[in-house]
């Protein structure tokens, strides 16, 4: 006689049933996302007016805080179209991989729960920029009824702001993440014998070291990666302080914090990931913030915010969960799967 299948605990229940709404908010934010492309045309209009002919005098590069300018001018209208393309580029690379797709996903997170949901890149940045929103909005309101200001970037020109909000996920992510963390797994695979390898490292440090080298040296090269990753975080923090564009003291914690996570999602899922979960902090919300201006489209810029803030709760809470589960399960099969 066959024996019945178990019944899933109630535990098991909720947390499935709540991976599932952190999924399906997922996929509301990634369905804004596209939105977002055609739309960020237009709040480039709306910004430019009449200066979309206009040139830059150079463009800025950084390698970690200093700053270069090369020598190009191309225009406003060239310029941003260029780092829109790229962008496209990039964000249609999270839909096909370079884990698993993100339509896969659905079919998985019944029995592997939120790690489903974290084989898929897309929905690990939407994840990161849900839970970046939600705890550095906390962390903000904390420092500030001490007495320590944010500060924020109202002071400059409206095009240069915008223009510079939407370049910084592609600098930044250059500048601070690709050549120290990057450059960090360059070094290390060439010194620890996959040499041949090691210029992959500047695309996805942390798939090299584990499909290259050695086990018996993979420890210590993902520990030289971590600190490579948080001494980028600390500069990345302090540069806002130091560029003195309108950013305070307290910018300092919140942008340390999105760079370490901005580190960790490089080192795992590559510069892809990196640079897109920038992005939606700051071309994403940006563009549905421009057009949202316009009395009649205001609901946009807040279904995105508030889209995006929900899934961050729902990622939040359930890693929260799922780490106080280890630690009072520790030793033995966890419930949460």
């Not at 964000?91 to 974290?118: Q, T």
């Not at 996959?194 to 420890?219: C, D, F, I």
Request: charged share 15%.
């Amino acid at each position: 006689m066959e024996t019945a299948p178990a019944r899933p605990s109630l535990t098991r229940t909720i947390y499935v049933v709540a991976v599932g709404v952190f999924l399906a908010s997922c996929v509301f934010v990634a369905g804004m996302m596209v939105l977002s492309f055609p739309l960020g045309l237009l709040a480039f209009r709306e910004v430019a007016g009449d200066r979309m002919a206009s040139r830059l005098t150079s463009v800025p590069v950084l390698v970690l805080d200093v700053a270069l300018r090369l020598p190009l001018s191309p225009t406003f209208s060239e310029f941003f179209v260029i780092l829109w393309a790229l962008y496209l580029g990039l964000f249609l690379l999270l839909w096909v991989g370079p884990k698993v797709p993100p339509y896969r996903i659905f079919g998985r997170y019944k029995v592997k729960g939120l790690d489903a949901v974290f084989e898929s890149s897309l929905f690990t940045v939407i994840a990161a920029l849900g839970a970046l929103l939600v705890v550095t909005s906390v962390i903000e309101v904390l420092q500030e009824s001490v007495g320590i200001p944010t500060g924020d970037l109202s002071g400059t020109d409206r095009l240069i702001r915008f223009l510079s909000i939407v370049y910084a996920p592609l600098v930044e992510e250059v500048g601070f993440r690709l050549v120290l963390v990057g450059g960090t797994g360059v070094l290390i695979t060439a010194l620890l014998g996959a040499g041949r390898y090691s210029m992959l490292a500047l695309w996805n440090p942390g798939e090299v070291v584990k499909r290259h080298l050695r086990e018996a040296v993979r420890p210590g090269a993902n520990w030289t990666l971590v600190a490579a990753a948080v001494v980028s975080a600390l500069i990345f923090g302090f540069s806002h302080l130091a560029a003195k564009s309108g950013w305070e003291t307290g910018k300092v914690t919140t942008a340390s914090l999105t760079g370490l996570v901005l580190a960790w999602l490089y080192v795992k899922y590559g510069f892809a990931a990196a640079v897109m979960t920038h992005w939606s902090f700051n071309y994403f919300l940006q563009v549905f913030y421009v057009v949202g201006q316009d009395p009649g489209l205001s609901f946009l810029y807040t279904g995105a915010f508030m889209a995006a803030t929900f899934s961050g709760i729902f990622a939040t809470a359930l890693l929260a969960a799922r780490l106080v589960s280890a630690l009072v399960r520790k030793g033995r099969h966890s419930t949460w799967g």
